[in-house]
């Protein structure tokens, strides 16, 4: 009677969605009961992993909220023939590394495996062992993960990609009052 | 030959580990050999949901560090008869929701059940409608998902928190040109 009911309507996240890092995301395709979810994470671009066209209603949300696509479109891997190429994953990385296009969402159709490849490349570069890398891998994959996509990862070779990233570098934001690690871009001098 | 093999230690985070949102961090029980993993997270505080004491080696390694543990010890919601308090599960989040403990890592044993209550209850508050809320909790607790822990993160009641949080709101942080959606801690006047 006397409490105020405090009236507020819920935000549906895409399938599969999390958080990989400071400024980037990962999720399954984002049906239009997404977007209003999405407004909330003021993404600035989209790496989106298949290689059909992108929907002409996520086109038109895109363009209306000023976010850029990124479309590295891709099958995915699939014994035998089935390969992900490295370049498309090594054109992904570079998208992540550079928080220009920060917040970033990176997603494909169910967000399992091409998504999963991605994102363990990049756990790759962020230092971690594979078997975390392969937890995390299959978490989202489920009783869909694959041995080929987990070869992939690990075959991965991140090594060229590291020697490029010079001028991009982790740093610790003060911000608050509080430490945020995240990447930052710097220019060359 | 020519080229120059950069060699990197890898690092193993915590079984179960990933990021909930910007500063707050979740994963199964951490071990000395996750300490370097966790050195990279900058913590600045921990949220540890076991009843049990905290090992002395982890007590030690929070101490080197300046760490401080919030120890809200539980059992997990077993029916017919165990249900977590929801008292602690308020105390927990307004741990989380006050930034000056951030970055703040929450753990039980697993990562899965208690966790899982606590960053479905703080889903809840985002305001995340309630399948995507389960949805996350099964991700991490995969095969060993309780209808308990479901039925416990529905009835848990967000209102009041609600209500308490007119000091603590969401912002959006201009950094390096990018803009990082947080939680802001804000005194009131």
Redesign the interface.
């Known amino acids: 009677m006397g409490a105020e009911?405090?009236r507020?309507?819920?935000?549906?996240?895409p399938?599969?969605?999390?958080?990989?890092?400071?400024?980037i995301y990962r999720s399954g395709f984002p049906e239009p009961a997404n977007f209003d979810f999405l407004d909330?994470?003021?993404l600035?671009s989209i790496v989106y992993l298949c290689p059909e066209k992108y929907p002409e209603t996520n086109v038109g949300y895109l363009r209306s909220r000023g976010i850029r696509l990124f479309h590295l479109g891709t099958d995915g891997n699939k014994e035998p023939f089935m390969t992900i190429p490295k370049d498309l994953i090594t054109n992904a990385l570079s998208v992540l590394l550079d928080?220009?296009n920060?917040?970033v969402l990176i997603h494909c159709k169910r967000g399992k495996h091409r998504t999963g490849c991605l994102v363990g490349c990049f756990r790759k570069l962020q230092?971690?062992?594979?078997?975390?890398v392969f937890?995390?891998y299959q978490?989202?994959a489920?009783a869909k993960s694959r041995i080929a996509d987990l070869k992939y990862i690990e075959m991965f070779d991140v090594?060229s990609i590291?020697?490029c990233l010079l001028g991009i570098i982790y740093q610790?934001?003060h911000?608050?009052?509080?430490?945020?690690?995240?990447l930052?871009?710097q220019e060359r001098s």
């Open positions: 009911a405090v507020v309507s819920t935000m549906e996240p399938p599969n969605f999390e958080m990989v890092d400071v400024g909330s994470l003021k600035r928080i220009r920060h917040p230092n971690w062992c594979l078997s975390s937890e995390e978490r989202f489920g090594t590291r020697q610790y934001h911000t608050c009052g509080s430490q945020v690690r995240r930052a871009y």
